[in-house]
């Protein structure tokens, strides 16, 4: 059974950057996508972006184009998400959630507990 | 993008009552790549069903998922106390994004 175990909560200042980790134990690393999903307060789920780590593809959607980065280190079966030019609306639980399949048009079968990502000053 | 509207919102039921929430895609979705996730306060999201229908390792049989092109429906036969929670749909068959409905929220009436 998969797991992804997720870093700690964090609190960051408005216009910095923030770096949540998500490692994978007890499956395949490779082969598989991996995504990043946020859920604001009060809000839903939101598709943020994804990663195939065997093809290094990325995917972002358009809202965060230009300041997320995903990356995975397949020695570790780690994958990243990096957020920057953060401001206080970031706030939110961050997710990664695994597709099982190497691409990213599919569900996701497992996924991180979250990360807590709170941006004040 | 395909936009998927969840309704209701809120359903306030009893344990041992019937569930039933829609999720309605602005757009066709072929071959039924439709996901139910069930999620709770400070716990991961979880699948339920995937394809429109077919249930995730572990989805007691009170769960089934059915639908096609915009209109999906997750029915609950009899709510357990365990089974309060969010309900998400999720579409897959078009580019990502994979745009998530808004929620329902099943409470405890």
């Known amino acids: 059974q998969v797991q992804l175990v997720q870093s700690g909560a964090e609190v960051i200042k408005p216009g910095s950057s923030v770096k949540v980790s998500c490692k994978t134990s007890g499956g395949t690393f490779s082969g598989f996508a991996f995504a990043w999903v946020r859920q604001a307060p009060g809000q839903g789920l939101e598709w943020m972006g994804g990663?195939?780590?065997?093809?290094?593809?990325?995917k972002y959607t358009q809202s965060f184009q230009d300041r997320l980065m995903i990356t995975a280190d397949d020695a570790t079966g780690t994958v990243y998400m990096q957020l920057s030019s953060l401001r206080s609306e970031d706030t939110a639980i961050y997710y990664c959630?695994?597709?099982?399949?190497?691409?990213?048009?599919?569900?996701?079968?497992?996924w991180g507990q979250g990360t807590l990502v709170t941006v004040s000053s | 993008e395909n936009v998927l509207t969840q309704s209701p919102a809120t359903l306030a039921l009893s344990p041992g009552e019937r569930a039933t929430l829609s999720c309605v895609a602005s757009q066709n979705i072929r071959n039924n790549y439709l996901a139910w996730y069930q999620h709770k306060p400070g716990l991961a999201p979880r699948l339920l069903i995937y394809d429109g229908s077919r249930r995730a390792t572990g989805t007691p049989d009170r769960f089934s998922g059915s639908g096609s092109g915009t209109d999906f429906t997750l029915t609950i036969s009899r709510l357990e106390p365990e089974d309060f929670a969010v309900y998400y749909c999720q579409q897959y068959d078009w580019s990502p994004p994979n745009t998530f409905g808004g929620g329902t929220k099943v409470e405890i009436k």
């Open positions: 990663i195939i780590p065997v093809y290094e593809t990325t």
């Open positions: 959630a695994r597709v099982p399949r190497g691409y990213f048009s599919y569900y996701f079968d497992s």
